[in-house]
């Protein structure tokens, strides 16, 4: 957590920095609250939910998707979770982030694309009078990853270990082309956008 307080000691901004989890609010102290890339950090989310529930009746949640989690530069050193919305349940699910891909865009690059791309790039939720959540302890791959060569990988939030496939940049695999392409398609865009 970094405290900001100094930036706001000359202003007239009450500025508060505390646990997202357990807040000095009142009950439904403010009509709006505005969660803007908070949830993937929260050691725990079903209580941050809670508590947003708790100190106002309505409010904003903006996450990173998980694929453009993956491949923002240095995302793994404080984001905890993929948030997604289940359209079934009408929930924002919890799973533990895991690592996948090579991080290949900076900050500079994901401000630049943001203004292209920000549909794919977050994920963006109104709640009015509650949030519906749940936590899945583990992360399950949409298809098996079978008939691969596999590697451990752990997720960042906890000890588990899931069995993921290993791949080379430009080797045969299939996921080795996945990885070639995506470098490729990485390169394209950067100078299509004049960042090399």
Known sequence: MQDL?????????????GDACSTPFNDKEFDFVFASHVAEHVTKPIKFCTELMRI?????????TPLFDNLILNNHDGHLWWVTFDDIQASLKFSPKIG???????????????????????TEIYWEDEINSFLEDTFVPYYPLNNFESLNISSYQSDKIYKMPKWELGNKSKLGFREKFAHILNSIIRKTLILD
């Open 5 to 17: 307080t100094q930036y706001y000691e000359n202003s007239k901004i009450n500025f508060i920095c």
């Open 56 to 64: 106002s009746s309505r409010g904003y949640i903006e996450v990173p």
């Open 100 to 122: 996948v891909l090579k991080e290949v865009i900076s900050i500079e690059e994901n401000n630049l694309l943001f203004a292209f791309f920000r549909e794919s790039m977050v």
